[in-house]
């Protein structure tokens, strides 16, 4: 257990939460080594005070500072403003986390005093559980022992792989959106299994165990999906009829095109803060 780090959370939105939460549960930290804060909400500090018991400090400027590592978890579009109200306090013997989607370590870099290390990273919500795929990359100044830290406390809350800084909008739209794609494939499963006569909770609970066993047999079979599909698909049965109307409604395609327009988004939320420092 790393008790001796200080964390501090710049915003406190689901993001924030959901590393806390994986960090608590996992151990990595106890409450008393990460503070919050929030650009306004207090009934949401509150509330994370109450449910996590981290700290929230009056002075805002005072988690700041006596951090060591600092952890960028405000919207894209407002992490130029966290930077100008925050960034001038940040030392170099800091390290400073970002999870921002889009934001380059290169505009984070702009904003602190040189040599202060910048780690992108792009976690996921399954954090909360210690299930969070995240990519991280490394800025201008950091060193193999920031990176160091930075796997440290990522492979508490899940699996981190490393990757240069021109793959972190493609993770964004794979794996930081990805829990969402599933959790609509989720409903849709649901909703067909409800509208066909099954009770809601018997809908549900096929569907989320046919998710576990399915992800389970990825990873522990190690076979490729296609052949694990294969499997399931029976000469005329009733998967390849199934598979066949995925494939009239373009499945694949679908799937594909939503990854690379995240991936195009995540580029969209960096470039609009590019020119506007450029201009
Ligand atoms: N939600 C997700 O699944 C994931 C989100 N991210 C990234 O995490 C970041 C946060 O996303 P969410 O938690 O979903 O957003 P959110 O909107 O729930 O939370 C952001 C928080 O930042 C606060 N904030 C804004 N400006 C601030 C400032 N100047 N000083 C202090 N706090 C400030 C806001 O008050 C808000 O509470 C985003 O940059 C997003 O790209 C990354 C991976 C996954
Ligand atoms: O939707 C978003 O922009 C964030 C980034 C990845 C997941 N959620």
């Known amino acids: 257990m790393e008790r001796q780090i200080r964390y501090c959370f710049i915003g406190a939105g689901s993001m924030a939460e959901a590393m806390i939460a994986g960090l608590l549960k996992k151990g990595m930290a106890e409450a008393g080594q990460i ?6 909400n207090r009934a949401r500090l ?12 009056e002075n805002k400027g005072d988690a700041v500072v006596q951090s060591d590592i600092v952890i960028l978890a405000a919207k894209p579009k407002d992490i130029p403003d966290a930077l100008t109200q925050w960034g001038p306090m940040i030392r170099p013997d800091q390290l400073v986390i970002s999870v921002a989607a889009g934001i380059s370590t290169a505009f984070i870099e702009r904003h602190l005093k040189e040599g202060t290390a910048v780690i ?4 996921n919500t399954s954090c909360t559980i210690g299930l969070s795929a995240t990519a991280i990359c490394r800025g201008r100044w950091a060193t193999h022992e920031h990176m160091e830290s930075a796997h440290r406390l990522f492979q508490a809350i899940g699996i981190v792989v490393e990757v240069p800084e021109e793959a ?3 993770v964004t739209g794979l794996s930081g959106s990805g829990p969402a794609y599933i959790y609509y494939m989720v409903e849709a499963m649901q909703q067909a299994g409800v509208e066909a006569g099954l009770k809601a909770d018997i809908a549900r609970q096929l569907t989320l165990q046919t998710l576990l066993g399915a992800a389970h047999m990825l990873i522990e079979t190690e076979e490729e999906p296609a052949e694990l599909r294969r499997k399931v698909t029976s000469p005329g049965g009733t998967t390849l009829a199934g598979l066949e ?6 499945f694949e395609k679908a799937v594909q095109s939503a990854i690379f327009r995240a991936k195009e988004r995540s580029k969209e939320l960096g470039d609009a803060f590019t020119t506007i420092v450029k201009s």
């Open 46 to 57: 509150a509330y994370l005070n109450r449910e996590y018991g981290v700290q929230i400090p």
């Open 168 to 170: 972190m909008d493609t």
């Open 245 to 250: 109307t995925l494939r009239q409604y373009q």
């Open 35 to 40: 503070m919050v804060i929030n650009r306004q």
């Open 120 to 123: 992108r990273s792009m976690p």
